[in-house]
């Protein structure tokens, strides 16, 4: 039995001062390399299979919640983080860019009494729920982990003990061998231990089998079957770790290595004379794949440099388009498209270490919130124009549909005008108002117009009714053969003075006509009486005096009524320039608009032309009648 040093040693069966002469221990990885063992744990973590492989970017946030119920519900916790975490950006990002870019501007948002934006989504609060569940589990699950590998530890403690125990025992040597084999054995099922106890353990545990080949008088051909037995599983680890070097990926051929440096230690002592040969190819295989896996992490490093730089980029071009004054709908379009841009950019850059991608995200959600902050408060204040424009436009409709009723014409008229300039002066609203106030506005001015057009109608068939009846009034007084009796010839022609005025009004263009053609007729009739000069002048002068009080009345009321025509037919006018005026802003949106807006034009400078006419008509009729 050969002796072995009661020295510490390592999972070589190689004592303290092998392992420094070798410069290669099972801290190999952490001294050679200890940024990158940060670095290691990031890739490891990216390069997790997910439990499964979607797209969420694409998803509905329906979907998306749907996603995280099925993960949270159905698959262990450990195994679904990556998921989570990309589900619960894609669900915030939907959610944001929803409420602040496509549905600011809805018309379910100006249905709101108030004039504000209401969203409501009832998935998030949902959505929040299932993530608390989530983070309850995980919680749960590191909770559990940390008390198993303090479990594991005192279970190892344990095997330690029965070690210990074993070297005392006086029995079979093949079975105390069979026990050794059991205890370590039950040694590897032992999962993992708190990490600040790995080394000591390690330690003990490798001092206490050295001291069980030690004591233990195991004659020499059982050892040296034990040896050979072990020198043959460390040679199949040195060809694993001499092929990890054609692995496609070193970060997996890195973390298999680690593991191959596990086993290493398991497996125990090997022949003291192969043990530096052999302990030499493993570190070369091993030194060899920390080169290739140093080199690989240096291009990584580069790599994740212009990765920063170029997120530093996307956040300064986000700063700057947040420093824009940006005022119409169409400037807000194109920055939010930008923006949306600089979004996608950002998801195609390449792996930034968790320390400065924390940081530059957490710069990037700030300018992206602080756009569509920015962008909701202009769509806010648009709103609440909007909606105060369309209030406005509704108490013009009121108004207009009280007056369509009334029959103060030129008063009405004149009212109405200046609604119909309060329209105009009025911001826009969306057209699937614009276009319903509209027609409610235009058919209550119609109603009026219209009332006041049939009204002026029925005058103009009065008139000519009482032109007929004037001339057919002349007609018998020019047959008119006088009697014998004077008496009853005054009388008829008293009659026929009676009849005349009874009558009614003529249109003014008539009026001097057929009046001088009756008077000069009457006058003629009384002429041929045989009554007293005395008798005829009263008689002459009555008549003189009752047609011009006659006379003056009709003038009057002509004069009024024509003047109400004119008056209706410049409102008329006027209504039609307000209408055409309006139209030239919808032909703007269309083709062909210049010929459009130059056609209409035409027709409002016609109108303009005739009204100017007619307000001079009416000048002459009022001087006339001065």
Not at 446 to 454: G, M
């Amino acid at each position: 039995m050969e002796t072995v040093e009661r020295d510490m040693v390592n999972g070589n069966g190689e004592n303290i001062q092998d392992e420094k002469n070798n410069a290669f221990a099972e801290s190999q990885i952490d001294l050679l390399y200890p940024e990158e063992l940060n670095l290691n744990e990031e890739i490891a973590s990216e390069s997790e299979v997910s439990v499964v492989v979607k797209n969420y970017s694409l998803m509905s946030p329906q979907d998306l919640f749907d996603e995280l119920k099925t993960l949270v519900d159905n698959y262990p916790v450990e195994r679904i983080k990556k998921d989570v975490e990309a589900i619960k950006d894609a669900f915030y990002k939907n959610i944001s860019e929803n409420h602040d870019y496509e549905n600011e501007e809805s018309d379910d948002e100006l249905n709101d009494e108030h004039g504000n934006a209401v969203v409501i989504d009832p998935v998030e609060e949902e959505f929040e729920k299932y993530l608390e569940k989530y983070r309850e589990k995980k919680y749960d699950y590191i909770r559990n982990t940390e008390n198993q590998k303090e479990e594991n530890y005192k279970q190892k403690l344990a095997i330690i003990e029965e070690l210990k125990n074993l070297i005392k025992e006086e029995e079979d040597l093949n079975l105390t061998f069979q026990k050794f084999h059991d205890i370590q054995n039950r040694w590897k099922e032992v999962a993992q231990v708190p990490q600040n106890h790995v080394k000591d353990l390690w330690d003990t545990w490798h001092y206490n089998v050295e001291k069980f080949y030690d004591y233990v008088k195991i004659n020499k051909e059982l050892r040296d079957l034990d040896l050979k037995r072990n020198l043959e599983a460390k040679n199949d680890l040195i060809r694993k770790a001499e092929t990890l070097l054609e692995y496609p990926s070193v970060v997996e051929a890195f973390s298999q290595l680690q593991q191959y440096h596990d086993l290493w230690r398991e497996i125990g002592p090997v022949p003291r004379e192969q043990r530096e040969s052999i302990w030499e190819r493993f570190k070369e295989a091993s030194y060899k794949l920390n080169k290739k896996h140093q080199a690989y992490f240096d291009q990584l490093k580069q790599e994740r440099i212009h990765n920063i730089k170029m997120k530093i980029d996307l956040c300064e071009r986000i700063e700057k388009l947040n420093q824009k004054d940006l005022k119409s709908k169409r400037e807000w379009q194109k920055a939010s498209d930008e923006l949306l841009n600089i979004l996608e950019e950002w998801k195609a850059i390449g792996f930034v270490p968790k320390k400065e991608n924390t940081e530059l995200y957490t710069r990037l959600r700030k300018g992206r919130d602080e756009f569509f902050n920015k962008r909701r408060m202009h769509y806010k204040a648009q709103r609440q124009a909007t909606m105060a424009n369309i209030r406005l436009k509704k108490e013009l409709c009121e108004k207009a549909k009280v007056l369509s009723v009334n029959e103060d014409w030129k008063k009405t008229t004149d009212a109405l005008i200046e609604l119909q300039k309060q329209w105009k002066q009025v911001g826009l609203i969306p057209n699937k108002y614009a276009n319903a106030l509209w027609i409610e506005f235009r058919d209550a001015c119609d109603t009026f117009f219209n009332r006041k057009a049939a009204h002026l109608q029925k005058l103009a068939d009065e008139y000519a009714v009482n032109l007929k009846a004037k001339e057919e009034l002349i007609v018998e007084l020019e047959n008119f053969v006088p009697s014998k009796n004077e008496s009853k010839n005054l009388d008829v022609l008293k009659q026929f003075r009676q009849r005349w005025n009874d009558i009614g009004y003529v249109a003014n263009k008539d009026k001097e006509k057929i009046q001088s053609k009756f008077f000069t007729l009457l006058n003629a009739r009384y002429k041929q009486l045989k009554i007293s000069d005395t008798q005829r002048k009263v008689i002459r002068g009555k008549d003189r005096y009752e047609s011009s009080g006659n006379r003056e009345d009709k003038a009057s009321r002509a004069k009024q009524s024509e003047r109400e025509r004119l008056f209706s037919r410049i409102m008329q006018l006027e209504s039609e320039i307000t209408l055409l005026d309006n139209n030239i802003g919808f032909f703007a949106r269309s083709k062909n608009a210049d010929a459009m807006i130059a056609d209409v034009r035409k027709k409002i400078n016609k109108a303009k032309e005739e009204i100017q006419k007619l307000e001079e008509q009416i000048k002459l009729i009022d001087k006339e009648f001065e």
